[in-house]
């Protein structure tokens, strides 16, 4: 996940950012004998009332705030939230960005407005998907199909049967379907004219190419044909008139526009995932003040450091701590897990979340695009947009896909005139306009983002989240999968068993200075030897100069007392002698503890030893990673007796113990150097290295930001089966892009050479334009609907 590291931005009623210097007007403050009256708080604009308890006097006004959090960040720096000119009536401005817009198939297409792809013309979509389904160009193109199908009947039905039924003359039949051809081609396919235009205007031929020239030249040859058909030669008059072929203008016309409300309406679907996901956040939150009131408030209007009463029923609101109460949590909607997860005092929460049985009350800890649900949307939306590896064959193939459609067009239209049966010209002329509309490179350029952007959702729903494409399509090829112990393996919530001190030392003051010196750490073990001493009541020191040496200890001053506290490694370079407890040590890692020594001033003080549950779900991931021919391999900074104990439970083969983060990384260098296709899974800031070198990094969601940073997958829930899982996906995924791609590839090398002709000496057929014009529409529309297939993947 890539967090945001900022302070949050409350927003208020308006959903405008009132962070900053924004100015603010005289409805913040009230002179001191004022009636009640509506205010709003000038650092989050919500509104408030003069009987809100928190207010500062500035300036001979009153201010007054919806909460503590907002009454601080004024009273520290009034000027931020206050302008000069307080009389001023101008609302503030917003300073987040405004929806950003790209293109499904080029996703370095990025704007700050709709509009069309400068490529490929297809419609720009927000970046970030919202959660109603109104998509303006669906309803302008249903509009104009709509509106003009009955003209195109009229004009398809004049031109198949208007010789047979005689109401008319021929020449006056033509003019009649000039008449109705006019808005069909100059209003419903008015968008495709002038993309086929940007096109040629942007060196960027495409669809859209094809179809504006196709068009074109039917309408404009049919025009010609009417208004002045004493230009042209006996050869061409059909039935008593210059044929025409109005009706396959407009055909291909409202064929195109029915083909395009296919795609959009299937393309829509490609990002329910994220529609679904920004819809499990509740729209208010059930806030206790500081007197003890409650309030039901617009979740926009949540601080950091709010109390939050969580009912049986109801979602959790943001993420944060439990303060009272236990419940059990469904995390389903996020991590995939089925089964609800007992929370107690301390133990944290996930915003979005449902509250299935007991009344918690919470402290908000992460809100806005903080919490864990935006970070998720925010990654997902990433991965979607992002380009496959194997998406680069297409586009070269599509560079040149266009051009050389023209090409066979131009030859088509020649062989005919020159070679045909009379009247030669017209059939070279709508063979040609064949070509051109059944060529699809929209279909080709489509393949695989479609399959991305699906497969990307299915994993959130899933608990697992792709950074790119890439990471989809190189997880199927993993050989190899590194692992780390603690929070990977085990369950990250280590338990401090006991402190072992030296001959004529104190157990106690051993864990006071390891507390005290491990108050700097993030890491786990560091934690549990925290919580430790705390529990007991013992008092922690001041810790100076603090040190972490990432992967074998830390060191710092404690009391006057020059501290290291780590593995053997660290010790070794400090050079303490730590034989003395060496077998005291071994015994508590062959149990499966870490064991960690504290030394002061160079000499040994003691040791700690604190034990890590293996998850209940690891050895099963473990045995259906080997099952599916993986090798995995263990690596760790604990003691070597640790690891093999942890490893002979899970049935590894093979494992490093007291492994620095650099020896991690020379592991996968050389692994790959061996040819293997690498994958990293660890969660702490000592496998970041690994996890950015590896071909895939697989970072736990329990564990720190650095790691989810340097990874490629993340999985939610830390939970190994999630690997498993993430391989099926990739496997389906890649079958359906190439299923997509041989669909493209298959679909055009038929259909040209059949709409130029080739088999006419055979079989005295051609292919109808209007034939081409539906087989194109429904080639895009297939291949968004095959990707959709991956909803349903396992």
């Not at 005289?26 to 205010?39: E, G, R, W």
């Not at 196709?214 to 049919?222: D, E």
């Not at 023209?406 to 005139?417: N, P, Q, S």
């Amino acid at each position: 996940m890539t967090p945001l590291n900022h302070e949050h931005a409350h927003q208020g009623q308006s959903g405008q950012s009132s962070s900053g210097s924004t100015p603010v007007t005289n409805t913040h403050a009230k002179p001191a004998d004022a009636t009640t009256q509506p205010l709003k708080d000038p650092v989050c604009g919500m509104s408030v009332t003069d009987q809100s308890p928190h207010h500062v006097d500035h300036d001979g006004q009153t201010f007054y705030f919806c909460s503590a959090g907002c009454q601080t960040k004024f009273a520290a720096v009034p000027a931020k939230y206050l302008s000069k000119d307080q009389t001023s009536e101008q609302p503030p401005e917003p300073i987040a960005p405004g929806t950003i817009y790209t293109c499904p198939m080029h996703p370095e297409i990025r704007q700050d407005h709709p509009g069309n792809c400068p490529k490929c013309g297809m419609t720009l979509e927000p970046l970030m998907p919202a959660l109603d389904d109104d998509n303006p160009e669906l309803a302008d193109f249903t509009r104009r199909f709509w509106w003009t199908l009955p003209l195109t009947i009229i004009v398809t039905t004049l031109a198949m049967f208007g010789h047979q039924l005689g109401w008319f003359g021929m020449a006056t039949q033509s003019w009649i379907e000039l008449v109705l051809s006019l808005p069909v081609v100059l209003w419903a396919g008015w968008p495709f004219l002038v993309r086929g235009v940007k096109s040629v205007v942007n060196r960027s031929p495409n669809m859209w190419t094809l179809i504006g020239l196709g068009t074109s030249a039917a309408f404009i040859y049919s025009v010609v044909a009417t208004v002045i058909p004493e230009v042209f030669p006996d050869t061409f008059l059909s039935m008593g008139r210059i044929a025409v072929y109005f009706e396959a203008a407009v055909v291909i016309i409202s064929l195109t526009l029915f083909g395009q409300i296919l795609e959009l309406k299937a393309r829509s679907q490609t990002s329910a995932a994220i529609k679904s996901l920004m819809g499990l956040a509740p729209k208010t939150a059930r806030r206790i003040g500081a007197d003890g009131s409650e309030e039901d408030v617009p979740l926009t209007h949540i601080h950091e450091g709010d109390r939050l009463r969580v009912r049986p029923g109801e979602k959790v609101p943001v993420d944060g701590a439990v303060e009272e109460g236990t419940s059990s949590v469904d995390e389903s909607m996020l991590t995939g897990e089925p089964l609800p997860v007992s929370k107690r005092v301390g133990d944290k929460v996930i915003g979005a979340t449902m509250n299935t049985s007991g009344a918690l009350v919470i402290l908000a800890e992460k809100v806005g695009s903080a919490s864990v649900l935006s970070q998720i949307v925010q990654l997902v939306a990433q991965a979607q947009r992002s380009r496959a590896p194997m998406q680069r064959m297409a586009d070269h193939v599509a560079g040149y896909f266009v051009m050389t459609v023209v090409t066979v067009a131009v030859i088509t239209f020649l062989v005919w005139g020159f070679w045909g049966p009379s009247p030669s010209w017209v059939y070279g002329l709508i063979n040609a306009v064949s070509v051109l509309i059944i060529a699809c490179p929209c279909a080709l350029g489509l393949a695989t983002p479609m399959s991305i952007m699906v497969a990307t959702g299915r994993g959130a729903t899933q608990g697992i989240l792709f950074r790119d494409a890439a990471a989809i399509e190189n997880f199927r090829k993993v050989d190899t999968l590194i692992v780390d112990k603690t929070g990977t393996l085990t369950e990250g919530r280590p338990r401090f068993e006991q402190a072992v001190p030296v001959q004529g030392g104190s157990a106690e003051e051993i864990l006071h200075l390891a507390a005290s010196l491990d108050q700097g750490s993030e890491h786990p073990l560091a934690n549990a030897i925290v919580n430790a001493a705390r529990e007991q009541n013992i008092a922690l020191a001041t810790v100076e100069e603090f040190e972490s040496g990432t992967g074998i200890g830390v060191r710092g001053t404690v009391q006057g007392k020059r501290l290291a506290l780590g593995n053997t490694a660290l010790m070794e370079q400090e050079g303490v002698d730590v034989a003395s407890l060496n077998e005291k040590a071994e015994s508590l890692r062959v149990d499966g503890a870490s064991v960690m020594y504290l030394a002061a001033d160079g000499h040994l003080m003691g040791l700690l030893a604190v034990s890590d549950p293996i998850k209940a779900s690891t050895k099963e991931a473990v045995d259906e990673l080997k099952a599916a021919g993986i090798r995995v391999i263990m690596a760790t900074g604990d003691g070597v007796s640790t690891a093999k104990a942890v490893a002979q439970r899970l049935g590894i083969d093979e494992f490093h113990g007291e492994v620095k983060p650099a020896d991690k990384l020379d592991l996968v260098t050389k692994l790959q150097e061996q040819g293997h296709i690498v994958a990293m899974a660890g969660d702490g800031i000592n496998d970041a290295p690994a996890l950015a070198k590896a071909d895939v990094g697989i970072a736990m969601g329990t564990g720190t930001d650095v790691a989810m940073n340097s990874a490629q997958v993340t999985l939610v829930k830390g939970d190994l089966r999630g690997i498993s899982t993430a391989r099926h996906l990739s496997d389906a995924t890649i079958a359906n892009m190439k299923q997509n791609l041989g669909f493209a590839f298959v679909y055009n090398s038929l259909g040209v050479p059949l709409a130029a002709g080739v088999l006419y000496p055979l079989t005295g057929l051609l292919l109808s334009p209007m034939f081409a014009a539906l087989a194109m529409s429904l080639s895009s529309a297939s291949v968004v609907v095959n990707a959709l297939r991956l909803r349903k993947a396992k």
